[in-house]
Every structure is written in C-alpha cells, then in structure tokens.
C-alpha cells in the first residue's frame, strides 16, 4: 500500500517495523507500515486490541523507536535524532493528549495549558493561547487544579496543552477511553473544531467507531499492517469494518 | 507462617530499595552507640589491668587522711606526710620494705626546644623509688637515676619529645633544671599511664625540686612479707600512724586512680559520645518514620484490597509492623557488627596516630549488646507504630477511590497545639533564663521549644517553602514552579523531611553560638579585667603543665622597662568547711595590673592574716570588711583571716586572695599559674615583650603574649572542642540527608506517570534532573533555616542560663561567618541529597512512566 501525496504529509512512518523482546517470544507489533497523516486533518487510528495501533502512534511521535524504517515529523527522520533532540521536538513540534493523568496535578489549568511553551522558555503566542482557552470553554476554571475538574474538563484541558505550543501535529491516545459518551463526544467535537478553524493536524488512536466518525479520515491496522483507509466515515461504516476483523474472511 | 507475616515478607521482597535509607539510618545510629560503648568498656578494662600491673607489688600506701576538694575538681588535694614515717613503718613486723613517694608537677622540654604534654593530662615528676616492686614504672633501658641531675622518662613521653639516652633537657618543676636522661620506664607493661608524663629523678633532687619543704613525700608505699594479706597489712600499720595519716591496700589505691582516669576522662568521653549517639538516633527517627508513612500511602490501594477481601484491621497493622520489626532487626544487627568494626577500627588507628591506646582485646559485654539493639529495635518500631496504625485504619473503599493529595498536615489542631506549646516554650525559657534564672526551668523550655518546632512543621512547611522558594520561580522558570509545588505537596511528609535536618542543623548552631558565646566571654573577661601589657602563661589546659617558677614574677619586675610584674598562684583550703581555691599573690600589685572593679577596703596590706574576697563569695557568707573567717589548709592548721578588702570582678583574680607570706607555712611545691606585666609609661611594647622573653627563656622558656593573643589562648581549648562536635555530629546530618534522599527517591516512585507525561509533554532530562534537585534543595532549605533558628534561640538559651546560674558574666554572640557556613553547608547538602533521586528520575523510559498504574 503506497501513501497518499497529494497533501503534505505533518507526519509519516515509512516501512515501519517495531520488534518487541527477542527469539522465540519476539513480537513483530509493527511489520512494514508505511502511512502519512495529511497535514490539516483530522486523522484515526482503528484496529482491534494488539494490532499495533498505539505503538505506531508511539513510534510517529517520537516517544518510541523503530526497529526499522522511518519516522518522520515535517521533514525532520526521527531515527536521527538523540534523546535531547527529540525531546526538544516533541515539545515544540507536537502535541499530547493521552487517556488518562493528563495534566500535572500541583499546576493549575493555566499553568499546564502553556507546560510546554514554560519548558521552552518561550512566551508563545498569547493571542492564540487566549483563543485556545475559549475555544475550550475553560476560561472560569484558569486558576483551579486539575483535581477540581471533572474528567471530561480535564481532558479539554489537555487537549489546549496540546495545541497551545502550535505544534505540526497532536497526537491523541484514547483521549475518550476514560469519559462517560456526552463529556467524551465534547472532547472530540473539540478536536474536530480545532482542526477545522486552526488547520492543525491531530492522529488519534482509538477502538470506538462512533468516536472515530469525529475523523476525516480512519486507517485501519490489524496484525501490525495496514489493512484498509476509509474518507468521510460515519460510526456505522467503521462498525462494520472492524467487524470484519472479527471474523477473518 | 501466618498472613501477616507471609505478606510483609513478600512486600519487603519485592520493595528492597525503599527501605535502604531506613535501613542504613538504623545501621549508622546502633553502629556508633555501640562502638562508643565497646569503646568504652575496652578502655576501662585497659586501664583496669594497667593499674593492677602497676601497683602490683605494693600491698598498701601511707598518706595524709584528709583532703580538699576545690568545686569542679575530682582529685582533692593532700597535705604530703613526713619521709621519715618509713622507719616506723619498715619496724613493723610483716613489712619487707617500705619508700617514700615523692610527687610533684615536671614538664619536660623536648629536644624541639617545646614542652612535651600539657594539654590535658597531668606531666608528673617523682623520686625514682628504688625497690622495682614498690615503683608502678618499670626501668626498660638504660639504669636508675644515681647522682643529681639523673632521671628516668617514661618511654611514651621521651618518644614524644624525641629524647634518647644521654640527652640533656630542661625539666621544669617549674624552675627550669637541667637534667640528664639516663633511663626509660614503662607503666604497667605500657609506654606509660595513658597520656600522663613522668620524670624519675633522685629522692634528694626530688625533695629538693619538688617539695616546699625537706623530708616530705606525698605517701608511703609499703610491701608486706610472705603471708601477710593486704588488709592484715593495713591492720598492722593504722597503730603506729600519727594522727591525720591512714593506710590504705594496694588494691584500694589501684582502684582510687582507675576511678579518678575513669570519672575524668573515661565518663566524661562515653557520656559525650552516647549523647551525640542519641542525637543521631533521635534524627534517625524521623527518617524511618516517614519513609514507612510513604510507603503505607503508596500501599492505600493494596491495603484497602486486602480489607476488601476479609484481611482484619489487625492484620494490616501487623504485616507493617513485621516488615519493620525485620527492617529494624536485621539493621540492628549489621550495626552491631559495624560498631565492634569501629572500636577495632580505633583501637587499631589510636596507636597510629601518637595515642597510646592499651592493647588488649576488644571488651564486649552483653550490654553494649543488648542496649544498642534494644534501642536500634525500639526506635525502628516505635517510628513505624503510627503508620502502621494508619495502615490499618484503610477504609476498604479506599482501593476503589483516587488517592487524594494529602493535606492533612495543616490541620487548624495542629496550628493552634503548636503555636500554644510554642508560646509556652518562649514564656518557661524567659521566666526561666530572666526571671528566676533556673538552668531546669530554660531546658524543659528548650526542650518544649524543640517539640513546638517539631508539632509546628507541617503547619509552617508550606508558608517556609512558599517564601523560601519564591526565588525559584524567576530563577528557574517553570522548573522551579514545579520543584516548589512538589515540595509543597505534602506539608507532613516534607516538615517530617526536613525536621530531621533541622534537628541536625539546630545542634550544630547551638553549639556554634555557644563556643562563640564562651569565646567572647573570654576576650571580654580579659580585656575587663586584665590591665597588663603582655602576660607570661604555661598553657594549663586541665591538669598538665607544671605552671611557672614564683621567681620568674621577680625576675621580670627588675627588667628596666616593666612597671610592675606580678605573678599569681594557686592554693586550695577549707573555708568555713568548704573546700575553695586561694589566689596567692602580691594583692597591692594584682590591683595595679588588674581591674578588680568597685573594691571596699584596702588591698595594700593584707599582711600574714589579712583575706580579700569578691563580693559574691562575702554575700554569701555574710562577710564585710573587717570581719573574720577561718581557714583550714591541707596540713590540717587553721588559722583566723580578716576580711581587708572586698572586691567585684573575680573573673582573673579568682575569689580569695592571700599574700605569698600567708600561704608559705602551708604551701606545697610552688607554682605561678600567670605572671601578668605593665610596662612603663613610654615603653615600646614590642621591646617590652621582647625583653620579658628574653627572661621568660631562663626559666623554662614559657609562652609572652599580648593581651589580645592571651584572650584567643584562653579560647583556644574551644575551637578543639567545636571541631570534635562538629565531627560527632556530621554523623546525625548524614542521617538526615539520607531521609531526604529517601523520601524524594519514594515521591519520584509514586510520580512515575507525571514525570512521564512531563517528559512526553517536553521537559527534558536536565530540567527533570533539576526539578528534582530543587525539591531537594528546598526541603534542606527549609530544615536548615529551621534548625538555625532553633540553634542559635537554644544557644542563647544556654548562655543566658549560664549567665544567670554562675557568678561570672556571660557574654552572647552570633558568629555570623559560621552560621553562614553552616547555612551553606545544609544547602549544599540538600543538593547532594538530591543528586540520586535526580538522576534515577531522569532515566525514567517515557512510555513506560505514561503507561505506569
């Protein structure tokens, strides 16, 4: 399967392998994917459990390395970077929002919406940040900690951590893995909104077809392979992908 | 194996590392209580055997019954018995043989031109007592002193002073004279008795030098014949003893002198090193009891399960307290083993470095035993008791909830108890120190003071670490932000934290001021009452030394340039009953050279039955001039003084002041502890100094200082002592910046997936690093200002008690230069604390800390 080149890619893995242990009890999670994330979309990773979908976000985002292949961030390959430089990277280049424990408890909202920005010494820019708060909703909770808002608040907290630095793309890790269905379909009205008026790029993954239907665009992955790309899906559509996984034909 | 047992022992399996810090705490604090004592009964039982060697042959000692004991003075001081009693004796039937014993104060000069010892333990001189069996040294080269001028040096001194066989020195008794070393001597199989110096020389050289007057000895020593027992021995002889001298058993005089090394210097030495033992141990404390307060936090989840499924209150409590009852055993335990290493360690370095130390094995009762692994035991347990109480008291519902962030440590109780014991604290310390000045009432004071500190911690963590770490955040962005909230987090567990290295730091600071205080005090005392250009001293430090000739004062009068030379020296008598010391002195000059403050009366003509005392010594005895008082000298005559002056100061001149004509009927071998000098009007003082040296060398060469180097000798013993502190109570700090290291290491365990997501979000490995160090830093922060506070409030404490409790005055100080040191040393200490935890959070893997439960 080749990628899409039409767009510019934010973010692409290229022949991705990922090797977990080694010998007889090694695992292949990634065997050979290559996609690209079009920059200015909203993209979903899907897969049934053990499919490679979370460790080819980790890989994509720097947080975890290839085995073999290429991940690249713009133009910068990731495999070329030392552990300073990618940390550098992922802070001003990309965005987290994972599923859980988002937020770093002593600081307030405000504090871990610009974390990021603070760690690079950079004021950022405050318009957009200011924005970002509105856009979120958030702007009476600025000074409370995270302990005093209630999960949905916290993750759109996170999701404003994410794009405050204005990064080339935010990675998403089940943000809606935790939340009940009215906080969770706020979170990614959120992140679908944000794409759309700020033309940022955001990678999800996720194993909920009606939290994937927020997408633009859903790739599938099972056994460490991509296996199938769908535009424009709606719940049911993804539904009945995923089932096929189930009952291998 | 029961439940609680099987659980704790799985959990202390799989949380090894948590309990390092506890453990080495327990290990460092039972190691040095017990090395102090095995220490301690190793040299009692050294000297024990010592004694017994030495005096071996002597089956019993004739000397002066009655004694005077000065205040602060073990060792009374004997009137010396007649020589010639040894006739009487020798006819007694069952004595073989019988000597006198001459003995007196004789510092050697080594061939360096300085004097050997001095600085603490006495420097003896004797007649070389002839019969081997009746003389405690033994010849080991070389022969008996024959002619004038001949003696035997024990070898230890002669090795110090580098002096051989043949060599010709100075002995100064405390006329310089000049002898010829002929011998070297043992002491009970040693080099000689501890530190002490001795000098044999020939009975008339030592009658000469060492006696006021001819055919006196200081006592008898007497050997029986076959199958006369030691106490027959004594039964025989008590009828033909005069009146006023008594014969004791050879054993009972052994004894008396292990008892006087034993209550001067051996208690003295175990006594301060089981205090500052207890210090370490007490720091320890808090170490263990917050790491077992993390770790039952950590384990709420597990705990609640366990409840969940069935397992008691009991149960829970139980496996806590197993796991720190092994924790606390097997510690106690390796510092057992460690404290044994140390005193074999020091028994083994003493000789290295010059301090004879006697051989012999190493003395391990079964009580340096089982008191420090009592108290390794007991501290351990008693530090995990509450948590472990805590531990059971999870609600089962606890495994299902978030865990909350702990802000129980601000607690409204906990301010109002602390502040009410504080408050408490300051008002027993004033009435204590200011009202009615009770050393008691200003130390429970003190000691509720320590406890209000202790109460208050939690309360005043966050308000000292807000305003401690305010800096941080301009200083070092959003990572000091970070640092200063974590070390927020739980005011409980950082106050526990940092109250250990307050405790450290207070004790620190405390003596720190004290020492200043005490040095202060000196220079004051000195340059109050001491009107002098220079002063000649021997360096008298404890019972060494052999003073100053009385003939060196006159000697110097006579120099052109000196105005008025007068030298002061010591008597002991009974006044009234109590024994006290004299000054005895030319009165008339003392009053020119030194400011005696207000003085009622006249000190110009005491005479041979005139007294001057202070006036706090005439209040308390209800003496004005013009009234008389009887004093009783160690010959055994009294003789009725009339009070003639009343002075104020008697910080130098001391509280009774005789003239020498007084004192000569009754004195023993002469001695001048200072000679202080006034030039002339016009007298350059560098020439004046120059030419009272110039005299100074003829008599044994002592030290001439200004006014200003005789106050910073007068402290000098001070810095010893601080440095010696300060090194016993590295140990304590030591302990505490182990619980610092320990605890932040458990918080970096407990904020794995924050550091993660910090790491994931961008921060990198040296802010991490950083983050972490600050913590560290800020909790030492706090615990050092802290413990300054403390210290230098207690210091004050001590020297106004001091003050108050004693006649002299006490000076307070605040050395700013050291409490700086110090203040630097606790921060740096934080930071090095820091340096573990920092590096063991840094190489977190990022995934795994976000994917961490």
């Given amino acids: ?249 | 194996m029961n439940a609680s047992v099987r659980l704790s022992a799985s959990s202390l399996r799989a949380h090894k590392r948590r309990f390092a810090g506890t453990f080495l705490a327990v290990v460092l604090g039972v190691a040095f209580l017990t090395g102090t004592l095995v220490m301690g009964d190793t040299l009692r039982a050294s000297f024990d055997s010592m004694f017994g060697n030495a005096a071996g042959g002597t089956d019993a000692v004739v000397r002066s019954a009655d004694a005077i004991t000065t205040p602060g003075e073990s060792q009374g001081v004997r009137q010396p018995v007649r020589a010639d009693l040894v006739r009487a004796v020798e006819r007694v039937p069952g004595v073989a043989a019988a000597a006198p014993s001459i003995q007196g104060a004789g510092q050697l000069v080594g061939a360096d031109g300085d004097p050997i010892g001095g600085q603490g333990p006495p420097t003896l001189a004797g007649n070389w007592i002839t019969d081997p069996e009746l003389n405690p040294y033994r010849l080991a080269e070389g022969r008996a002193p024959q002619r004038s001028g001949e003696v035997v040096v024990n070898r230890g001194a002669a090795e110090k002073g580098g002096l051989a066989i043949g060599d010709t020195t100075i002995l100064r008794t405390p006329d310089p004279v000049e002898v010829t070393v002929v011998g070297l001597a043992t002491f009970g199989g040693e080099d000689g008795m501890a530190q002490v110096t001795f000098t044999g020389m020939t009975r008339a050289d030592a009658e000469k030098y060492l006696t006021a007057r001819p055919g006196e000895a200081a006592t008898i020593q007497v050997r029986a014949g076959p199958g006369v027992g030691q106490r027959e021995l004594v039964d025989r002889l008590t009828p033909v003893l005069p009146e006023g001298v008594e014969a004791i058993t050879g054993q009972e005089s052994a004894a008396e002198n292990t008892d006087m090394i034993s209550s001067q210097f051996l208690t003295l030495f175990t006594t301060f090193l089981l205090v500052f033992s207890g210090i370490a141990l007490l720091v320890a404390t808090f170490s263990i009891h917050n790491t077992f307060a993390i770790v039952v936090a950590q384990r709420t989840r597990e705990n609640a399960l366990l409840r969940a499924l069935g397992a008691s209150r009991r149960q829970v409590t139980a496996a806590t307290l197993v796991e720190a009852a092994a924790v606390a055993v097997t510690a106690s335990a390796a510092g057992l083993a460690g404290g044994i290493g140390i005193a074999a360690g020091l028994q083994a370095l003493f000789p290295a470095i010059g301090f004879p130390f006697p051989e012999g094995a190493l003395v391990i009762s079964a009580l340096s035993l089982l008191l420090p692994l009592a108290v390794g035991v007991v501290v351990c347990l008693g530090s995990a008791l509450l948590p472990a109480a805590r531990a059971g008291r999870t609600a089962p519902l606890a495994a299902l909830r978030e865990t909350a962030v702990d802000t129980s440590g601000a607690s409204r109780a906990r301010a109002v108890t602390g502040t009410g014991m504080l408050v408490l604290a300051l008002a027993v310390t004033l009435v204590g120190v200011l009202l009615s000045p009770s050393v008691w009432l200003a130390g429970a004071g003190a000691v509720l003071a320590l406890a209000s500190f202790v109460v208050l911690g939690p309360v005043a963590s966050a308000t000292a670490v807000r305003v401690l770490g305010a800096p941080l955040d301009r200083l070092r962005g959003v990572t000091g932000v970070l640092a200063r909230r974590n070390a927020l987090r739980s005011p409980k567990r950082t106050a526990a934290t940092a109250g250990a290295l307050m405790i450290g730091v207070a004790v620190v600071s405390l003596f720190t001021v004290f020492g200043a205080s005490l040095k202060a005090t000196m220079d004051q005392t000195v340059s109050r009452s001491f009107a002098g250009d220079v002063a000649v001293s021997a360096p008298s430090f404890g019972a060494g030394g052999s003073g100053l000739s009385p003939r060196l004062a006159g000697a110097v009068r006579e120099l052109p340039e000196v105005d008025t030379a007068v030298g002061l020296g010591r008597g002991v008598a009974e006044v009234d009953g109590e024994g006290r010391a004299l000054t005895v002195t030319d009165p008339a000059a003392l009053n020119r050279t030194f400011d005696l403050g207000t003085v009622h009366g006249s000190l110009d003509d005491l005479g041979t039955d005139g007294i001057a005392v202070t006036g706090s010594e005439a209040d308390k005895r209800g003496l004005t001039t013009g009234d008389t008082t009887r004093l009783t000298f160690t010959d055994g005559r009294s003789a009725t003084f009339t009070v003639r002056a009343v002075y104020g100061q008697s910080e130098l001149a001391g509280d009774y002041v005789i003239t020498r004509a007084a004192w000569a009927p009754h004195r023993t071998q002469d001695s001048d502890t200072l000679v202080a000098v006034s030039f002339r009007n016009g007298v350059d003082a560098d020439a004046g100094k120059a030419a009272v040296e110039k005299i100074a060398g003829q008599y044994g060469n002592p030290e001439v200082q200004t006014r200003d180097e005789y106050a910073q000798s007068s402290a000098g013993g001070i810095d010893m002592m601080l440095t010696l502190v300060y090194a016993l109570l590295a140990l304590a700090v030591l302990i505490a910046l182990l619980g610092i290291a320990n605890t932040l290491t458990l918080a970096v365990h407990e904020r794995t997936r924050e550091l993660g997501l910090l790491r994931a979000v961008g921060q990198t490995r040296a802010q991490l690093r950083a983050m972490v160090r600050w913590e560290s830093v800020l909790v030492a922060a706090f615990g050092t200002v802290g413990g300054l506070g403390l210290g230098a409030f207690l210091g004050w404490v001590l020297v106004a008690a001091s003050d108050g409790a004693s006649d002299s005055a006490f000076a307070f100080a605040l050395p700013p230069v050291q409490l700086t040191v110090v203040a630097l040393v606790g921060l740096a200490a934080g930071a090095l604390a820091g340096l573990r935890p920092a590096r063991r959070a840094s190489r977190l893997d990022v995934l795994r800390a976000v994917a961490a439960e």
């Fill in chain 1, 1 to 249: 399967m080749t990628t899409t080149t039409d767009v510019r890619a934010a973010a692409r893995v290229v022949d991705a392998v990922k090797v977990y242990g080694g010998g007889d009890t090694a695992v292949r999670a990634l065997d050979g994917v290559s996609v690209g994330f079009p920059a200015g979309r909203f993209t979903a990773i899907m897969g049934p459990s053990g499919s490679g979908k979370s460790t080819l976000m980790h890989c994509a985002a720097g947080l975890d390395t290839l085995t073999s292949g290429t991940a690249r961030i713009g133009d910068t390959d990731l495999s070329t970077l030392d552990d300073r430089r990618l940390t550098l990277l992922r802070r001003d280049r990309v965005g987290f929002v994972f599923q859980a424990f988002n937020l770093v408890p002593t600081l307030t909202v405000a504090e871990n919406i610009t974390l990021p920005l603070d760690l690079a010494g950079r004021r950022g820019d405050t318009e957009w940040v200011d924005a970002l708060i509105d856009v979120v909703g958030l702007r009476d909770r600025l000074h409370h900690r995270p302990a005093e808002l209630s999960g949905g608040q916290q993750q759109r907290v996170a999701v404003a951590r994410a794009f405050a630095g204005q990064p080339d793309v935010v990675f998403a890790d089940e943000p809606t893995g935790n939340l009940d269905s009215r906080s969770g379909g706020e979170v990614l009205g959120l992140l679908r909104r944000t794409v759309r008026q700020t033309g940022r790029t955001v990678v999800m993954v996720t194993h909920d077809p009606v939290a994937a239907a927020h997408a633009d665009e859903v790739v599938f992955l099972a056994d460490g392979r991509l296996v199938d790309r769908m535009d424009a899906p709606t719940a049911d559509k993804v539904l009945d992908r995923m089932k096929a996984f189930e009952v291998p034909s």
